[in-house]
């Protein structure tokens, strides 16, 4: 059974930074998995931020996003660098996890997802 355990999430005054760490249990990350950060704002859908290959050779980026967010992995964690963080960009944000990855860009843009993690929520405020 794969888990995936969220961790990181904090109050952060706007343009503070943040790093998220999802710790990937059950599976080890090889390219036959995916993994990926998203996020749900109160009131809107849950978009996507980056899907990565489990071997962290192929990542797909929400273009708005990819100037200030960062995936990276190490061993089996997976972290979300966070840089000049604004107050919409507050929001409960998830790891996730394709098993028999088809690709990260439909991974991230077709929502293609076999596990949800239970979310960490970030709050931007001053």
């Known amino acids: 059974q794969l888990q995936l355990v969220e961790s990181g999430g904090d109050l952060v005054p706007p343009g503070g930074s943040l790093r998220l760490s999802c710790a990937v249990d059950?599976?080890?990350?090889?390219?036959?998995?995916?993994i990926g950060w998203f996020r749900q704002a109160p009131g809107k859908d849950r978009e996507y931020i980056s899907c990565?290959?489990?071997?962290?050779?192929t990542i797909y980026n929400q273009r708005s996003l990819k100037d200030r967010f960062t995936i990276s992995k190490d061993k089996n964690t997976v972290f979300l660098q966070m840089n000049n963080l604004k107050p919409e960009d507050t929001a409960v944000y998830y790891c996730?996890?394709?098993?028999?990855?088809?690709?990260?860009?439909?991974?991230?843009?077709?929502?293609?997802?076999?596990?949800w993690g239970q979310g960490t929520q970030v709050t931007v405020s001053s």
């Open positions: 996730a996890a394709r098993l028999s990855l088809r690709s990260v860009q439909t991974m991230c843009v077709n929502r293609d997802i076999n596990y």
């Open positions: 059950g599976i080890t990350l090889n390219n036959d998995v995916g």
């Open positions: 990565m290959s489990g071997s962290g050779t």
